[in-house]
């Protein structure tokens, strides 16, 4: 039993590839036989992920999900940011370039309003919990927009760290409810063209929650999706701590 | 040779990220300002130039192709990885901010996307291409 944990933590990116694997193929086998494909492969391999990562977070008391665990640890540099990336990139291999570029404009309004709104609705519920000052407001309002806006704003407005806390939460929360919501509404709202999927990329923003919920719903919407989504976290540290924060503080004082 | 799609995307990655961190640095932001976004068109860009001089070989196709198959794996290993305890206990701000932006986006795609009139969805184009490569072979 310790020479197999040995082996499996030293080979550790290996076993990240076996685990995913089995994963993927008991979501394909639910998929298929108990919900009839109704339900992508992939969605319940990403609630599987999600529901590890809770079991784990608890088992651990850590913040890394499975990824704490010592023989799981090559998951944290399988699903990290250089491989994450490096997959997203790849993707853009399959992308028509006509389709870009006809939706180039609606693609630039919709990250527009995906700062502006998230920004609005996290503001509101700051508000509705009590919150007054600008600081904390903008902070809460910028972790709805991404869970990367959210700290690097409360960061350079000089928050305090529970409200950063709670702004990391609250942009973690929207990531992980996207994955799951978007094949739930995908119908609804249209989701099933390169366009819609560029819009919807720059409203949700949150390349994980965009990336994890496109690939739920269908794998050839992932690179439109993640095109626009890649700009909106630096859009949102742009204009959050800036015009978005003078705008709060100006509206707070009155 | 495969290495060369492989290298050619980790190039593009590279430069993309690179460029993203210049862009933050001007803009004044502590941030990555569109990374991947400027990556995944300097491939785009790659691709064509290649096509268009004939280079786009197996390898290339099979080098970058790999890694765009491993991307569902890939997210569902960072599903796997985040803090889903903290998210879920750490109060009802959270979780009123999170849900009513997610219902606010959600609506506001259905909007948009509808202004521009119907589009072809990605079964129809695929359709599309797939009856107009039997028609040519």
């Not at chain 1, 609606?106 to 527009?112: F, Q, T």
């Not at chain 1, 919150?131 to 960061?155: C, K, N």
């Not at chain 2, 786009?56 to 491993?70: I, N, P, T």
């Not at chain 2, 959600?106 to 009856?131: C, H, K, N, Q, Y």
Request: aromatic residues 6%; positive net charge; charged residues 10%.
């Amino acid at each position: 039993m310790a020479t197999l944990s040995h082996t499996l933590a030293a080979n550790g990116l290996l076993t990240a590839f076996t685990f995913v694997g089995l994963v993927m193929w008991f979501s394909n086998a639910v998929s298929k036989y108990l919900t009839f494909g109704r339900i992508h492969g992939s969605a319940i391999g990403i609630l599987i992920g999600l529901a590890l990562a809770f079991w784990a977070g608890l088992v651990t008391g850590g913040q890394k999900g499975l990824a704490d665990l010592p023989v799981l640890g090559g998951i944290g540099l399988m699903g990290g940011s250089m491989l994450r990336d490096f997959a997203i990139v790849a993707t853009a291999f399959e992308v028509d370039v006509a389709h870009v570029r006809r939706a180039g404009v609606i693609g630039a309004v919709a990250i527009a309003l995906g700062t502006l709104l998230p920004f609005l609705v996290g503001v509101g519920a700051a508000l509705a919990f009590g919150y007054r000052d600008a600081v904390s407001l903008t902070t809460i309002g910028a972790g709805a927009i991404t869970y990367i806006v959210g700290p690097v704003t409360g960061a350079a407005l000089g928050a305090n760290s529970a409200v950063m806390a709670l702004s990391i939460a609250t942009g973690v929360l929207k990531a992980i409810l996207v994955m799951i919501g978007t094949p739930l509404v995908a119908g609804a709202i249209g989701l099933n063209n390169p366009r819609s999927a560029m819009v919807f990329g720059g409203l949700m923003g949150t390349v994980s929650g965009v990336s994890g919920g496109l690939a739920a719903t269908d794998r050839r919407l992932v690179p439109y999706g993640s095109l626009t989504a890649t700009f909106h976290t630096g859009v949102g540290c742009l204009v959050a701590p800036s015009i978005l924060y003078l705008a709060v503080r100006a509206l707070t004082q009155s | 040779m495969t290495i060369s799609g492989v290298a050619l995307l980790a190039i593009c990655t590279l430069l993309g990220g690179l460029l993203g961190d210049w862009l933050g640095i001007a803009l004044g932001v502590k941030a990555n300002v569109g990374g991947v976004g400027i990556a995944m068109m300097l491939l785009i860009a790659a691709r064509l130039w290649l096509f268009r001089r004939g280079l786009l070989s197996e390898g290339v196709r099979q080098g970058v192709g790999f890694w765009g198959a491993l991307y569902i794996p890939i997210v569902i290993a960072m599903a796997a990885q985040q803090n889903v305890v903290s998210a879920l206990k750490s109060g009802p701000v959270v979780v009123a901010a999170a849900i009513g932006t997610l219902i606010v986006c959600f609506a506001a795609v259905a909007l948009i996307s509808r202004m521009g009139g119907p589009v072809e969805t990605m079964d129809e184009i695929e359709a599309r291409e797939t009856g107009a490569s039997n028609g040519a072979g």
